[in-house]
T-cell receptor, first 115, second 113 residues
Framework: GAVVSQHPSWVICKSGTSVKIECRSL??????MFWYRQFPKQSLMLMAT?????????EQGVEKDKFLINHASLTLSTLTVTSAHPEDSSFYIC???????????FGEGSRLTVL | DQQVKQNSPSLSVQEGRISILNCDYT??????FLWYKKYPAEGPTFLIS?????DKNEDGRFTVFLNKSAKHLSLHIVPSQPGDSAVYFC????????????FGSGTRLQVQP
């Protein structure tokens, strides 16, 4: 079964609204989770690293005030796209490292469409 | 600057033949490499990985080859099956497991029946 769960799998919203995406680790606890973004026909690009108990670390060019990350517990990280604009429309994917097996597991992804 | 490159955006092969997907990297600090398979609107699915201490890793129909001097790796799928049709991403990291990955741009593989 799934090891990492993302919700919602797709969302359509109006420009200017905020959207929250959840990433849950179902099988193990994770102090770190990664958020990626994929634009059509492009690669998955790391946006930020979510850290339980501390602030997220953002990659260069990613606005931390626009993409709010909260690592609420050892099994949950949320990404909130604030004041979404059409250019934020993308496929957002989280991944969770499993220290026990040394592998990264990915969620199913969340497709955001901003009208 | 793209640190992981997949220069072929697409590849088409006949069922039963070998599929070879290529990947080049520029960051010499990368020491762990992975291949993922991805269908539209789904998250990537792990296929196979290789550590820089090896030059080959095999798992069933999938074999990954690593040429460190050329900073090049390839994924061989043999025999190719129609169900293998998907986008394949090469990824690399410094260290294993807990590290974020740097992905290539992907190669769309189409296996013709």
């Amino acid at each position: 079964g799934a090891v990492v769960s993302q919700h919602p799998s797709w969302v359509i919203c109006k420009s200017g609204t905020s959207v929250k995406i959840e990433c849950r680790s179902l099988d193990f606890q994770a102090t770190t989770m990664f958020w990626y973004r994929q634009f059509p026909k492009q690669s998955l690009m790391l946006m930020a690293t979510s850290n339980e108990g501390s602030k997220a670390t953002y990659e260069q060019g990613v606005e931390k005030d626009k993409f709010l990350i909260n690592h609420a517990s050892l099994t949950l990280s949320t990404l909130t796209v604030t004041s979404a604009h059409p250019e934020d429309s993308s496929f957002y994917i989280c991944s969770v490292p499993d220290r026990r097996v040394g592998e990264l597991f990915f969620g199913e992804g969340s497709r955001l469409t901003v009208l | 600057d793209q640190q992981v490159k997949q220069n072929s955006p697409s590849l088409s092969v006949q069922e039963g033949r070998i599929s070879i997907l290529n990947c080049d990297y520029t960051n010499s600090m990368f020491d762990y490499f992975l291949w993922y398979k991805k269908y539209p609107a789904e998250g990537p699915t792990f296929l196979i990985s290789i550590s820089s201490i090896k030059d080959k890793n095999e798992d069933g129909r999938f074999t990954v080859f690593l040429n460190k001097s050329a900073k090049h790796l390839s994924l061989h799928i043999v025999p190719s099956q129609p169900g293998d049709s998907a986008v394949y991403f090469c990824a690399a990291s410094v260290g294993t497991g807990r590290r974020a990955l740097t992905f290539g741009s992907g190669t769309r593989l189409q296996v013709q029946p």
